[in-house]
């Protein structure tokens, strides 16, 4: 307990309320026994009897002191029990000796005659615990001593609750660290500094790569471990100065003071991207994740923190497009990008709804009789302004705002549709993207879609690509042998552009494998790609599957996948994707057409 500090004794200073202290000596013996008087002593004692109960049965602590030296000269049963010292060890101490910190009690100084309001107080209670206190405090007489009465009101745990709402406010629930509530306040404290002392800021927004890949195939619990595992290796190699905070499910944001140079952010990028890289043990899978970050910098970029933050995004966007697990500073012409991808979101959007996207169809061309197996369905946007828009532009932006189920759905009713009115002979195939895979109903979409069409399954190819499998859940595969089922062929496109291919024919039966045009590009002069496309091939027999080769475009091409014993061809030397219209003329003048093999059966 601090020392008191002396003082000179202080005289009440205004309305004073008599308190009994000690027994008084009755008055009527002291004013000589006027019977007159008798009468108000029996009063006196009984206000005093009353004031007595009031104070000592009252649930508030409360404590005289005397206003001089401080003492403590009396306190009530609740004040006991909330500070835990006894009566006789209280009336040893002074209102100082409880106060946690050296301050000035309410009634001294300037705010003397302010006696009802309450003031905040610490004090420290006798197992040395702190308790916030408002404190109403009033001058008496005690005794016939000048004293203040102190209403203690415990706050602790309202300050408590208060400050968990304040932290649930502005920090994450999942990892603890700032939202980005705070992150903006801690961003214009950190930017004003370093224009102070004309600094550059870095932000730095890191999105996990395929996260949802991990929430969707080991569940929500080991996602949520994987995040407080990257908040914490972030942190763990962050310096004091730098604001770390969770964005979003899966972004965070690092603000780095004190750069001179973007090199300054390359290097932090680097060491966040190499933090997060090695594996995360939990609960007894080993987890691999990586991360793409977008930078952007003060002043150049923007000077305040809103803009700053959106054109880190912008850049991560890039990141994420060029390839993940990466990093990407912000340019100058990205929002105009964003904007334009916005713009064909929302035309796309109304492109669905009032269903003008088409299936043109591109035939399937058996190499040794030159027939035409079967037609890929390949969605079409006749755009009123822009003319044809290609689907390498719009699928990417259908796929990320979840568009592309509703497009899918569409290419597959239309293709079925037409294709039931194709020859018995002559299959479909319609492209899926994975993400109607987590939907959950495409094995029942496929159903109910033969089953009004008219369709056999057997004449209905559908082909996924190899990222499907990158999540290789058994949900997916599940789906997969569903389909298979029932009757419906799978084929595996792009293949080769992946990096498990080979593993993945392992995890499932494919009907067909379509070999990427990037292999079969100049292939009669490519020694390497004629190497690759034969030992897929070979590959492919030894599976039992057949092997379609795209984007063939030579004569030159189709002679060299026909020497190495390739079943299919599909390309812009045999047709161009057509509207149905087309089609259906296309395989009545083929007849029972044989065309010399190799030759353009389109014009
Ligand atoms: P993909 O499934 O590999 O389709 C083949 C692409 O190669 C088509 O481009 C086709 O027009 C093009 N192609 C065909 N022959 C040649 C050739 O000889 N030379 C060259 N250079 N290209 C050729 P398209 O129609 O622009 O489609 C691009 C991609 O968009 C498709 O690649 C597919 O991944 C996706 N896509 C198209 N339609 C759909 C759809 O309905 N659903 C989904 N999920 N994706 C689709
Ligand atoms: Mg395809
Ligand atoms: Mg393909």
Same mark, same amino acid.
């Given at each position: 307990m601090r020392k008191k500090k002396p003082k000179a004794a202080r005289k009440p200073k205004q309305s004073i309320v008599r308190f009994p202290g000690r027994p008084a000596k009755p008055a009527a013996a002291r004013d000589g026994g006027v019977i007159g008087l008798r009468v108000d002593i029996t009063e006196l004692k009984q206000r005093e009897a009353s004031f007595r109960l009031l104070f000592d049965s009252n649930p508030v602590p409360m404590i005289v002191c005397a206003l001089g030296d401080e003492r403590i000269l009396a306190v009530n049963d609740a004040a006991i029990q909330h500070y835990g010292y006894s009566r006789s060890e209280f009336e040893k101490l002074t209102i100082r000796n409880l106060q946690a910190f050296d301050v000035e009690p309410p !009634? #001294?100084? *300037?705010? #003397?005659? %302010? *006696?009802?309001a309450a003031h905040a107080w610490k004090h420290v209670r006798a197992d040395g615990a702190l308790i916030d206190l408002a404190i109403y405090s009033r001058q008496l007489v005690y005794g016939d001593r000048p004293a203040v009465l102190l209403a203690l009101m415990d706050t602790t745990e309202r300050k408590r609750a208060e400050a968990r709402l304040t932290f649930m406010a502005q920090h994450d629930g999942l990892t603890g660290l700032p939202n980005r509530n705070l992150l903006r306040q801690q961003m214009d404290d950190i930017l004003l500094r370093s224009r102070r002392n004309a600094e550059k800021v870095a932000v730095l927004v890191l999105g996990l790569d395929h996260f949802k890949a991990v929430n969707d195939t080991l569940g929500h619990g080991i996602g949520d471990k994987l995040l407080r595992g990257v908040a914490k290796r972030l942190r763990s190699i962050l310096r004091e100065e730098d604001a770390l905070a969770r964005l979003d499910s899966d972004e965070f944001a690092v603000i780095q003071s004190g750069v001179t140079r973007p090199e300054d952010a390359v290097f932090m990028a680097r060491r966040l991207l190499d933090a997060i890289a090695d594996p995360y043990l939990l609960d007894g899978h080993s987890v691999v994740i990586g991360a793409s970050i977008g930078i952007a910098m003060s002043p150049g970029d923007g000077d305040e923190s809103e803009k700053l933050l959106k054109n880190a995004d912008l850049a991560l966007s890039r990141a994420k497009n060029d390839s993940r697990g990466t990093f990407s500073f912000f340019e100058a012409g990205m929002d105009a990008r964003a904007q334009t991808r916005r713009k064909i979101e929302t035309e796309l959007r109304e492109a669905v709804h009032t269903d003008a996207l088409r299936p043109y169809y591109q035939p399937l061309v058996d190499l040794s009789s030159g027939r035409i197996t079967g037609f890929e369905a390949l969605v079409r946007w006749p755009h009123p302004e822009r003319g044809m828009i290609s689907p390498a532009e719009f699928i990417p932006v259908a796929e990320e705002t979840g568009l592309i189920n509703a497009v899918g759905g569409l290419m597959l009713r239309r293709a079925c549709t037409d294709a #039931?009115? !194709?020859? %018995?002979d002559v299959r479909v195939a319609v492209n899926l993207s994975p993400l109607q895979f987590r939907v959950g109903n495409l094995l029942s979409l496929v159903v109910e879609t033969l089953e009004q069409s008219?369709?056999? #399954?057997?004449r209905l190819e559908l082909e996924i690509t190899e990222t499907l499998l990158l999540e290789k859940s058994s949900e997916v595969l599940a789906t997969l042998h569903a389909l298979r089922a029932l009757g419906v062929r799978i084929s595996m496109d792009d293949f080769g552009t992946g990096y498990s291919s080979l593993s993945y024919l392992r995890s499932f039966p494919f009907d067909k494998i379509k070999i990427d045009q990037s292999f079969v590009r100049d292939l009669a002069a490519n020694p390497d790609a004629q190497a690759i496309v034969r030992s897929i091939i070979s590959l492919g027999k030894g599976l039992g599957v057949t092997i379609t080769a795209e984007g063939v475009e030579s004569e030159a091409e189709v002679n060299c996948l026909r020497n190495e014993g390739c079943h299919e061809g599909q390309g812009f030397l045999f047709s161009r994707a057509r509207p149905n219209a087309e089609i259906v003329s296309l395989l009545k003048t083929q007849g029972n057409w044989s065309a010399p093999a190799g030759a353009a059966l389109v014009a």
């Open positions: !009634w #001294a100084g *300037e705010h #003397a005659g %302010d *006696e009802r #039931a009115q !194709w020859p %018995d008219g369709l056999p #399954a057997k």
